[in-house]
């Protein structure tokens, strides 16, 4: 089973946003919701790498208020960290098929590296 490996889920609100992550580290992160089960949903997989991960995170608070009930968390090393454990996510819980994500996770500027499970 594909795990998100990040801390939470936690109320996606600006008030938990703020009391929960730093105010300078990059990372990743899911939004979504929880199911009748009480197991955490994904319905979204991203990252932040030139903003602090804080600020990435409260720029979706509006978006689906209907979906997007919590948010998990994970800080990255790396801008080029940040972006492989995107793609992981990405591909690990149904790119664009399941997911609200547009597109693939896009590549960093001025970095080669492509995504290690489909190569784009």
Known sequence: MASLDMFGPYSFDKETID???DDESIGNYALGHKNDDGVFVVNYVG???DQPLKDRIKQHLGEKPSKY???KYSYADTAKNAYL???KNYHDFGEKDLL???YH???LPDDETKCPICGE
């Open 19 to 21: 009391a929960t992550l």
């Open 85 to 87: 454990k995107e793609c």
């Open 105 to 107: 996770p896009a590549k």
């Open 47 to 49: 990252r932040a790498t």
């Open 69 to 71: 009930k919590l948010f």
């Open 100 to 102: 609200e994500n547009d």
